[in-house]
C-alpha cells in the first residue's frame, strides 16, 4: 500500500512522476483489470482472425521470412483485412455485433476502473480489484450517456465546417482575390482553435462523472479546467509525445518477429491498451490536481470573505451587545472574561 498523497496543486513534471509511479507500482493488478474487462474483446478477435485463417505464430503456414522481409511486409498489410474478409457472412455479422457490445460495455468500465485504481492509490487505501470494477460496472449508465453526449457534440463540430466545402469548392473555381483566401485561412485556423479549447474544456468530463454523482459531466469539467487551457495542452502534447514513443518502441518490436500472426497483432492491441492506461491514469492525477486548484480556491475565497475587517468589527460589536449588565453597565470583567473563553 503506498502512502496517501499530500493534497495540493502539482508541477508539471510532479504529474508526470506520480502518473508513471502508479502504474509502475500497481502494474500487476492494472495488468489483471485489463484482461479481465479486456479479455472477452481480444478473444473475439481472435477468433475472427482465426476462422479467417491467420495463422496463430508467424511462419505457421510453411512460408519464412527474413526480420527485414517481415518489417517490410508490416507497411503494406498486417493481414488481418485479408483474415475478415476470409470469414463467412452470417459469422462475420455475429462476430461484428459481438465485438461491438463488448467494446462499449467493457471498454468504458475498464477505463473507469484505472481511474478509481488511482484514487484508491491517492488516498493510501488497499487496491482490491473485485470492488474496483463493480464501483465502475455502478457507473456504467453515467458513463455511457456522457459519452454519447461528447461524441454527438464531437460530431457537430466536425459537420460544421464540412458543409462549407462546397463553397469552398465553388470559389475554387472561381477567381477570387488572395484576400478571400487569407481571410478563409484564418477563420479556418480560429475555428480549429475554438474546437481545441471547447475539447480541452470539456475533456474531463468522464474522470468527473467516475468521482461525483454528474452526467454528462461537461459543466463539470468546465468548471474544473477554468484557467488551465494553456497547460492541459502542454501536457496533453507532452503526454502524447512519452505515449507514442513507447507504444510505437514496443509495437515495432512485435511488428518485426510476430508480423501477419493473431499474437502479434495481440500484442500490438496489449501496447496500444497500454497507452490508454497512462492517459487515463494521467487525466486522474490532473483531475486531482486541478479539483484542489479550482475547488480549493473557491474555498479560500470563501474564507477570506469572512476575514474582512469589516465583519472583525461587526463581531466585536455584536459581543459587546450581548455583554451582562448591572445597573446600566457594562460588566466589563465578565466581557473580558468572555472574551478568553472564546480564545
Known amino acids: 500500500m503506498m502512502e496517501k498523497w499530500i493534497e495540493k496543486p502539482r508541477e508539471f513534471g510532479e504529474i508526470l512522476d506520480l502518473t508513471f509511479l502508479v502504474i509502475r507500482k500497481q ?15 481480444l478473444l473475439v478477435q481472435a477468433m475472427a482472425m482465426y476462422s479467417g485463417g491467420m495463422p496463430v505464430l508467424p511462419g505457421s503456414t510453411g512460408e519464412s521470412f527474413s ?21 463467412g457472412g452470417i459469422e462475420l455479422a455475429i462476430l461484428i455485433i459481438t465485438l461491438a457490445l463488448l467494446t462499449i460495455v467493457l471498454l468504458p468500465v475498464a477505463m473507469a476502473a484505472i ?26 449508465g453515467a458513463l455511457l450517456g456522457g459519452s454519447i453526449v461528447y461524441l454527438l457534440i464531437l460530431f457537430g463540430l466536425i459537420l460544421v465546417p464540412s458543409l462549407g ?11 477570387v482575390g488572395p484576400l478571400l483566401i487569407m481571410v478563409s485561412v484564418v477563420a479556418g485556423l480560429a475555428y480549429l482553435f475554438g474546437v481545441v479549447y471547447l475539447l480541452t474544456r470539456w475533456g474531463f468530463y468522464f474522470t468527473a462523472i467516475v468521482f461525483e454523482k454528474v452526467s454528462p459531466g461537461i459543466g463539470k469539467s468546465w468548471r474544473l479546467t477554468k484557467g488551465q487551457f ?16 513507447i507504444t510505437f518502441a514496443l509495437q515495432f518490436v ?12 495481440l500484442l500490438d492491441t496489449l501496447f ?52 451582562p449588565f448591572e445597573d446600566g453597565k457594562v460588566d466589563h470583567h465578565s466581557t473580558l472574561d468572555t472574551k478568553e473563553t472564546e480564545k
Do not use: C, H
Open 27 to 41: 502494474f500487476a493488478k492494472i495488468f489483471l483489470i485489463m484482461m479481465i474487462l479486456g479479455g472477452p474483446i
Open 67 to 87: 526480420t527485414i522481409d517481415s518489417f517490410l511486409l508490416s507497411f503494406e498489410s498486417s493481414g488481418i483485412d485479408q483474415a475478415i474478409a476470409n470469414v
Open 115 to 140: 481511474i478509481i485504481l488511482t484514487d484508491k492509490v491517492k488516498n493510501g487505501e488497499s487496491v482490491e480489484i473485485g470492488p474496483i470494477i463493480k464501483q465502475a460496472f455502478s457507473r456504467f
Open 165 to 175: 466545402f462546397p463553397f469552398l469548392f465553388l470559389a475554387g473555381n472561381l477567381d
Open 230 to 245: 494553456w497547460r492541459l495542452v502542454g501536457l496533453y502534447i507532452v503526454l502524447n509525445i512519452i505515449v507514442t514513443m
Open 254 to 265: 512485435s511488428t518485426i518477429f510476430l508480423s501477419g500472426s493473431i499474437l502479434g497483432y
Open 272 to 323: 496500444t491498451a497500454l497507452s490508454y492506461v497512462i492517459m487515463n491514469v494521467a487525466f486522474a492525477v490532473v483531475y486531482f490536481d486541478l479539483r484542489v486548484r479550482n475547488e480549493g480556491a473557491d474555498i479560500q475565497e470563501m474564507l477570506n470573505s469572512y476575514a474582512q475587517p469589516e465583519d472583525v468589527e461587526k463581531a466585536e460589536d455584536e459581543m459587546v451587545e450581548d455583554a
